[in-house]
């Protein structure tokens, strides 16, 4: 018989390892299996509780939605061409910040452990507590918030997300070889009031916090291939090969840790343009009615109003750095003609 109901336990269950996970002086979540696979923690059981619901669904009709990076409309800035050139002539800060800032958002992602999701039970007519949905408040946005930032319980570690990312950096550049950058306030939508005023505020709070993070691993996504990229390239930290390769490595054990978040948060949304949810005035809403706008509008801030502004921001700042070189006017026209970002667009 098909499993599609768990306890909070079964959720945050791991699998046995066979070696645990240490890199350059971090120790870190998940671990090895005997033939030295890489396994993420906690996804004994959420993997295959995900997987069941996603499959109940589609059974039902109802196709997952695009969690793809296929709805980013910008390429990455800068690109590899672009990022080897700047490191080519000594400018690895905007590599080192990009690296730092990342590990940085990942820590905030912690938050996720504080916060209580409320009976979605309770609005929607369907029965859900054989759903991912049902599951919000059973381990799967606490188990989110451990890979992210580290469990709050066990502040001694093992070291999550954040760690992972300065263990890369500090492989290629070494540990404090740059200034920890200012980091921006918050990568999420920007709260502009209510949108979806037929259900209570929380309810809206907690399906629009969902999509902003799934988004926001969407763009990691995007991030997660072109960092191993870059640092895959032979061109790329010449003297320094070896650490560049397992700085990659790194990097797709985080992108393995964050596949079972795009699925349970694309499982949670497709999940509820399927339900039936009860409004504030004593009717009733089409899920796909209440989540398909604003699914719409959070797409399109993440892919082209974000990117636009961050990409206006990196851009200044790389500029100024070039004008510190002696032939820098030279070498930013250089940057300035392998810019693709036209074509990406």
């Known amino acids: 018989m098909t499993k599609l109901n768990y306890t909070r336990e079964e959720l945050m269950a791991s699998h046995p390892y066979a070696a645990p996970h240490e890199e350059v002086g971090y120790q870190l979540h998940g671990?090895?299996?005997?033939?030295?696979?890489?396994?993420?923690?906690?996804?004994?059981?959420?993997?295959p509780a995900v997987t069941e619901w996603q499959k109940q669904l589609t059974a039902r009709g109802w196709p997952l939605i695009d969690a793809t990076v296929q709805l980013l409309k910008r390429g990455h800035y800068?690109?590899?061409?672009?990022?080897?050139?700047?490191?080519?002539?000594?400018?690895?800060?905007?590599l080192w910040n990009s690296l730092t800032i990342t590990g940085i958002v990942e820590a905030r992602g912690q938050a996720l452990c504080q916060f209580?999701?409320?009976?979605?039970?309770?609005?929607?007519?369907?029965?859900?507590?054989?759903?991912?949905t049902g599951h919000l408040h059973k381990g799967l946005l606490?188990?989110?918030?451990?890979?992210?930032?580290?469990?709050?319980?066990?502040?001694?570690?093992?070291?999550?997300?954040?760690?992972?990312w300065y263990a890369a950096r500090d492989m290629i550049f070494g540990a404090g070889r740059y200034s920890i950058p200012e980091v921006p306030e918050t990568i999420s939508r920007p709260d502009t009031?209510?949108?979806?005023?037929?259900?209570?505020?929380?309810?809206?709070?907690?399906?629009?916090?969902?999509?902003?993070?799934?988004m926001i691993e969407v763009r990691a996504e995007a991030g997660f291939a072109f960092n191993c990229a870059l640092l895959r390239d032979k061109a790329t930290f010449p003297d320094k090969r070896a650490e560049a390769e397992l700085a990659a490595t790194m990097i797709e054990r985080i992108r393995t840790d964050e596949a079972i978040h795009v699925?349970?948060?694309?499982?949670?949304?497709?999940?509820?343009?399927?339900?039936?949810f009860k409004t504030v005035d004593?009717?009733?809403?089409?899920?796909?009615?209440?989540?398909?706008?604003?699914w719409e509008l959070m797409v399109h801030w993440h892919s082209i109003t974000q990117a636009d502004?961050?990409?206006?921001?990196?851009?200044e700042e790389i500029r100024k750095r070039f004008a510190k070189l002696q032939n820098g006017a030279q070498l930013f026209a250089q940057y300035e003609s392998i810019d693709d970002r036209a074509k990406a667009a």
């Open 31 to 47: 671990g090895f299996d005997a033939k030295g696979e890489y396994i993420s923690p906690r996804t004994l059981n959420r993997w």
């Open 78 to 94: 800068p690109n590899i061409e672009q990022q080897k050139l700047l490191l080519s002539h000594g400018l690895g800060e905007t």
């Open 116 to 132: 209580e999701a409320p009976d979605f039970q309770k609005i929607i007519v369907e029965d859900i507590s054989d759903t991912c």
């Open 142 to 164: 606490y188990a989110h918030g451990i890979d992210e930032g580290g469990d709050p319980k066990v502040p001694e570690g093992p070291g999550a997300h954040d760690q992972m």
């Open 193 to 214: 009031g209510r949108l979806m005023t037929q259900i209570p505020e929380g309810f809206e709070q907690l399906i629009r916090l969902l999509m902003n993070v799934l």
């Open 263 to 276: 699925a349970y948060l694309q499982t949670t949304v497709s999940e509820m343009r399927s339900f039936t």
């Open 282 to 294: 004593g009717g009733t809403i089409a899920g796909k009615d209440l989540i398909d706008p604003v």
């Open 309 to 315: 502004l961050a990409l206006e921001q990196s851009h």
